[in-house]
């Protein structure tokens, strides 16, 4: 199992005394779980069993209220409510696309937003989380990059914005939970706002809970991290967290490169695909993703379409053709449909799978790259009208 040992090294730099305040459940690690239950007072020799119990309450059934857990003695559970809460980001505004697409904003700590988009499809329905507020890289192409960072997301604001959306799907299972493949939320994807690989360990610690058997209890097969190409954090992701990998590839020469994707200064082509080439052995999973973004007259030559097949040889790949999503003041434009398919007919007669993104949510300006846009209108809209915008 991928990521137990540095879990326990994390938690031992908690101390044994619990901060004034009431402390958040929600996004401690098991282990860190029975920590927070000690220095409350619980005996060490019941922590585990009662961590289970908590556990299992607040991730396999969605209950908020510790009056609820009545597996537990009521006096402890009244104890439980005065030092504890079960706190989830605030949901501010929910718009639903006419193509079923679902964008969330929500609120967390400090009065800061992130969007959730929730994308249903036919065999099943993916939920986008964001990692960050804001994003310190500075793409070119995508708006979250002229937002600055603001901060890296907790543990819990992250596996918080599953189970709201859990909670707006209706999806707290009864006994005889859905299997995954008929859930509603079956899916996560990381490519919200944010690079996940610069905020390694809350995103891991996120997606344990997320994984765990005995709670959400999503498959690893069923989460994919997608990454600008944070080249020193990718043997740890296999390692840590063992979920698929994305990657925004994006060009096919360092030079073209260097301007979308600027890490590509730090971790060029080359080395990233070093180490893209060892992530599906260390993960024990089948293909990584290439996101290539179609940018007209960019990167969407018929020659671009060969290098790209020339340079992943040898690495099990898809790659996913994301036709451009403009936002305002966007320098580049999208690549004509004729060109994009022109392209995915070179990957595809190379022998790789090479869908093209249907752009989900465009009306409500939820699909990919347009988030910071979204958050921008949607504070406008309140300022000029506060009741509105709330659901
Ligand atoms: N920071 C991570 C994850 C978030 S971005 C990363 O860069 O991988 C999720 C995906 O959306 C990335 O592949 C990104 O390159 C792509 N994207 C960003 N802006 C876009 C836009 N305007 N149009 C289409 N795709 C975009
Ligand atoms: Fe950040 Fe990803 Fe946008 Fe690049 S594409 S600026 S890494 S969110």
């Given at each position: 199992?991928?990521?137990?040992?540095?879990?326990?090294?994390?938690?031992?730099?908690?101390?044994?005394?619990?901060?004034?305040?009431?402390?958040?459940?929600?996004?401690?690690?098991?282990?860190?779980?029975?920590?927070?239950?000690?220095?409350?007072?619980?005996?060490?020799?019941?922590?585990?069993?009662?961590?289970?119990?908590?556990?299992?309450?607040?991730?396999?059934?969605?209950?908020?209220?510790?009056?609820?857990?009545?597996?537990?003695?009521?006096?402890?559970?009244?104890?439980?409510?005065?030092?504890?809460?079960?706190?989830?980001?605030?949901?501010?505004?929910?718009?639903v696309s006419a193509d079923?697409t679902?964008?969330?904003?929500?609120?967390?700590?400090?009065?800061?937003?992130?969007?959730?988009?929730?994308?249903?499809?036919?065999?099943?329905?993916?939920?986008?989380?964001?990692?960050?507020?804001?994003?310190?890289?500075?793409?070119?192409?995508?708006?979250?990059?002229?937002?600055?960072?603001?901060?890296?997301?907790?543990?819990?604001?992250?596996?918080?914005?599953?189970?709201?959306?859990?909670?707006?799907?209706?999806?707290?299972?009864?006994?005889?939970?859905?299997?995954?493949?008929?859930?509603?939320?079956?899916?996560?994807?990381?490519?919200?706002?944010?690079?996940?690989?610069?905020?390694?360990?809350?995103?891991?610690?996120?997606?344990?809970?997320?994984?765990?058997?005995?709670?959400?209890?999503?498959?690893?097969?069923?989460?994919?991290?997608?990454?600008?190409?944070?080249?020193?954090?990718?043997?740890?992701?296999?390692?840590?967290?063992?979920?698929?990998?994305?990657?925004?590839?994006?060009?096919?020469?360092?030079?073209?490169?260097?301007?979308?994707?600027?890490?590509?200064?730090?971790?060029?082509?080359?080395?990233?695909?070093?180490?893209?080439?060892?992530?599906?052995?260390?993960?024990?999973?089948?293909?990584?993703?290439?996101?290539?973004?179609?940018?007209?007259?960019?990167?969407?030559?018929?020659?671009?379409?060969?290098?790209?097949?020339?340079?992943?040889?040898?690495?099990?790949?898809?790659?996913?053709?994301?036709?451009?999503?403009?936002?305002?003041?966007?320098?580049?434009?999208?690549?004509?449909?004729?060109?994009?398919?022109?392209?995915?007919?070179?990957?595809?007669?190379?022998?790789?799978?090479?869908?093209?993104?249907?752009?989900?949510g465009?009306d409500i300006?939820?699909?990919?790259?347009?988030?910071?846009?979204?958050?921008?209108?949607?504070?406008?809209?309140?300022?000029?009208?506060?009741?509105?915008?709330?659901?």
């Amino acid at each position: 199992m991928p990521g137990t040992a540095p879990i326990t090294q994390d938690f031992l730099t908690i101390p044994r005394k619990l901060p004034e305040g009431p402390v958040n459940l929600v996004g401690l690690t098991r282990a860190q779980l029975r920590e927070t239950l000690i220095a409350q007072g619980t005996p060490e020799k019941q922590a585990k069993m009662r961590a289970g119990q908590i556990w299992q309450w607040i991730y396999q059934w969605g209950v908020r209220d510790f009056a609820e857990m009545t597996n537990l003695s009521k006096a402890y559970r009244a104890e439980l409510a005065k030092r504890f809460v079960i706190e989830m980001p605030q949901v501010v505004s929910r718009q639903v696309s006419a193509d079923g697409t679902r964008k969330y904003l929500m609120r967390i700590a400090g009065g800061h937003e992130v969007e959730v988009v929730y994308i249903p499809e036919a065999d099943r329905g993916t939920l986008c989380i964001s990692s960050q507020v804001g994003c310190t890289l500075t793409c070119s192409f995508c708006h979250t990059g002229t937002q600055k960072l603001v901060r890296n997301l907790t543990a819990g604001e992250i596996v918080g914005q599953v189970m709201v959306a859990r909670d707006d799907l209706g999806e707290w299972p009864e006994r005889g939970a859905p299997k995954n493949e008929t859930r509603l939320l079956s899916n996560i994807v990381l490519m919200g706002m944010g690079e996940p690989l610069y905020n390694f360990e809350n995103v891991r610690d996120a997606m344990q809970i997320v994984m765990d058997p005995e709670g959400i209890q999503l498959s690893r097969r069923r989460i994919t991290l997608s990454t600008s190409g944070v080249v020193p954090e990718i043997a740890r992701t296999a390692r840590e967290i063992g979920c698929l990998l994305a990657v925004s590839f994006h060009a096919t020469t360092d030079e073209v490169r260097d301007k979308l994707v600027p890490i590509n200064k730090k971790w060029n082509i080359e080395t990233l695909l070093d180490a893209l080439r060892d992530y599906p052995r260390l993960s024990n999973s089948e293909r990584i993703t290439f996101e290539y973004v179609m940018l007209k007259g960019v990167n969407d030559s018929d020659a671009d379409a060969r290098r790209l097949v020339q340079l992943i040889k040898g690495i099990p790949a898809k790659i996913n053709l994301i036709p451009f999503n403009e936002w305002p003041g966007a320098p580049y434009e999208r690549s004509d449909w004729g060109r994009i398919e022109a392209f995915a007919d070179i990957i595809h007669k190379a022998g790789y799978a090479s869908p093209i993104r249907t752009p989900r949510g465009e009306d409500i300006m939820a699909a990919c790259g347009q988030l910071k846009s979204a958050t921008e209108r949607a504070r406008n809209a309140r300022r000029e009208s506060p009741a509105e915008a709330r659901t």
